[in-house]
């Protein structure tokens, strides 16, 4: 069998479109995805946060699941209300082990008579064999053959207001179907910037024609990867691998909020019993915002210690802020070290330099609540 590490990058359905535009691209979870284009991952972060930004996030994995009892099912795998989910709304949840370790997070939508979810690129096979081993008979998984684009930005709703009338009106964290020249798209009002904006699957032939209508509109400039971990650096989002991972629970991630009062009452997931006690009696350590001082960020590795020396955690995502204008970091701390305004030192190559723990967000979420 060939080294999938070796295997060629696959295309998405823009691909194509990348390259014409002269995107620079690289090897991402398996894809060949744009990092950046002419202008540059800033010029991108600011133009999302200042009018609309067009993403290639086809590489995420879109499933279906089918069948009786479809919900129940899922909710015994992860820690979210999935049961209570209503028809045209979507929850944000993770598939945890019995360690209480993430596998995965994921988006799951409630189309009416099927679920939608969506999951990381680089998790997608394994996710869709354990969905098919873990749930009973009676459901069924389907991987789709789509396009996935993110339209991102505090003038993303205008924009497509003009070639989807009504999805402007979508509450955030909800979904309906709508059509644009002939192609039949799912719309969800959500994204991964902390700004306002859509996710619009599409059938893969009609990716590429509606990617040009909308990248036509004034306001829309194409954004890479690059620009795509910069905002979500900011609004203090997960990245899976980075941030979150099997060695990490939900309430250690910041990430409690996602366990809904009857899951707690029921304890019908798995890690269950590590995920409660640790909201119960805290988590060894937590997920902190770090903003060290000058110009330098601190990237992924790097080792957070008290001032003096005593190492008390590790950066997981780090880059510079455009918006905020500095380096921004996120990463895990002792809880007893925890507390926003904390000064400590972070080691960048080989010097400890001075920062402080920080509350997250860094840019507030612009999300449309209707």
């Not at 540059?40 to 009018?51: D, K, N, Q, V, W």
């Not at 799912?186 to 990716?207: C, H, K, L, N, W």
């Not at 902190?288 to 008390?312: C, K, N, Y």
Request: net charge neutral.
């Amino acid at each position: 069998m060939s080294d999938p590490e070796s295997a060629p990058a696959k295309p998405t359905p823009l691909t194509g479109l990348h390259r014409a535009l002269g995107a620079k691209m690289a090897p991402f979870a398996g894809y060949d995805m744009p990092i950046h284009y002419a202008g540059g991952i800033i010029e991108e972060h600011l133009h999302t946060r200042s009018a609309a930004s067009l993403f290639d996030v086809s590489h995420m994995g879109q499933l279906t699941i089918r069948g009786a009892g479809r919900a129940g099912a899922l909710e015994a795998l992860v820690p979210g209300d999935i049961a209570g989910l209503a028809p045209g709304r979507m929850r944000y949840t993770m598939l945890t082990d019995e360690a209480g370790g993430i596998l995965d997070d994921l988006i799951v939508t409630n189309v009416g008579d099927y679920l939608f979810v969506v999951v990381n690129a680089a998790r997608k096979d394994a996710d869709i064999a354990h969905l098919r081993e873990a749930l009973p008979g009676g459901c069924v998984v389907e991987a789709l053959d789509r396009g996935l684009v993110a339209l991102q930005g505090k003038q993303a709703a205008s924009v497509l207001a003009r070639l989807a009338p009504g999805a402007e009106a979508l509450p955030f964290m909800s979904a309906a179907p709508f059509e644009i020249d002939g192609a039949r798209l799912a719309v969800t009002r959500s994204g991964y910037t902390g700004e306002d904006g859509f996710e619009i699957s599409i059938p893969a032939g009609d990716t590429e024609r509606i990617a040009r209508m909308l990248l036509d509109q004034k306001e829309v400039e194409p954004a890479g990867l690059g620009a795509r971990d910069t905002l979500r650096l900011e609004a203090g989002l997960c990245l899976y691998g980075q941030d979150i991972d099997r060695t990490t629970t939900p309430v250690e991630a910041g990430l409690a909020w996602t366990v809904s009062r009857r899951r707690r009452a029921d304890a019908g997931f798995p890690g269950a019993r590590v995920i409660l006690d640790q909201l119960a009696s805290g988590p060894p350590r937590r997920r902190v915002g770090i903003r060290p001082d000058g110009r330098a960020p601190a990237r992924a590795h790097t080792s957070i210690q008290e001032v003096g020396g005593e190492a008390i955690g590790e950066i997981t995502s780090g880059s510079f802020g455009p918006s905020v204008g500095g380096p921004v970091a996120m990463g895990y701390v002792d809880a007893r070290a925890g507390e926003a305004g904390r000064a400590v030192e972070v080691v960048v190559r080989g010097r400890p330099l001075p920062a402080r723990v920080a509350a997250l967000p860094f840019v507030p979420h612009r999300y449309f609540k209707g």
